[in-house]
Structures are given as C-alpha cells and as structure tokens.
C-alpha cells in the first residue's frame, strides 16, 4: 500500500512559477513509476509527466514540455513537478500517481497507476 500526498499548489500570475511536491508512505517507491497528472472543471484527467522508477526515464506531454519538469529523490520518498511560465490553461487539480510498471507505454494512462494522492488546486491566473 502507497498513500500519497501532494503539496506546493496555489495561487500564481501567468508567467510564474510553483513547485508541487508529493509524499510517499512506504518503503518501496524507489520501485514505483510516478507520474502527474490534472484535471480542469469540465476535462478529463490529463497527463503530464512520469518518471519511472528502475531507471529514471522521464515522459512528458507536450505541452508541457520545456515548462515542467519532474524529478524524485528516493531517500525522501518524494517526487516534485518544477512548473515554470505558468499560464492560465494550466489551472486546474494537480495529481500525483504511483504506478507498479516500468514501461513507457503504460506510462499515459491513467487507469495503469494504482495509487492516487488527493490532489492540490492550482491557479493561474492572466
């Protein structure tokens, strides 16, 4: 069992910067593919980024790419999402996820991760 904790979200100008934290129980997570995702009213959840855990590859949505960028720290448990030139699409619920696989083709699907944290509000704001 993996509970998560996500942190970090809140309030920012377009053009600006927030980084999201999430915490990990247990004492496998160096195993696990962590990933972020969002969800805005009305959308479905979308993907943004994953990192596996056997050897570090990094996923990123399009999108998002040169703007966000995931990284963890297996001694603290601990996966971060640096989120820069935020604009106000990118408002929304953030969510941080753990995923027993390590293919990369698993790694955009949301139903493929089997914990979930409670997710932190981020806004953005023109």
């Known amino acids: 069992q993996v509970q998560l904790v996500e942190s970090g979200g809140g309030l920012v100008q377009a053009g600006g910067s927030l980084r999201l934290s999430c915490a990990a129980s247990g004492r496998t997570f160096s195993r696990y593919a962590m990933g972020w995702f969002r969800q805005a009213p009305g959308k479905e959840r979308e993907f943004l980024a994953c990192?596996?855990?056997?050897?570090?590859?990094?996923y990123y949505r399009d999108s998002v790419k040169g703007r966000f960028t995931i990284s963890r720290d297996n001694a603290r448990n601990t996966v971060y999402l640096q989120m820069n030139s935020l604009k106000p699409e990118d408002t929304a619920v953030y969510y941080c996820s753990a995923g027993n696989f390590q293919s990369g083709y698993y790694v955009y699907t949301p139903e493929k991760y089997d914990y979930w944290g409670q997710g932190t509000q981020v806004a953005v704001s023109s």
């Open positions: 990192i596996t855990g056997s050897n570090g590859n990094i």
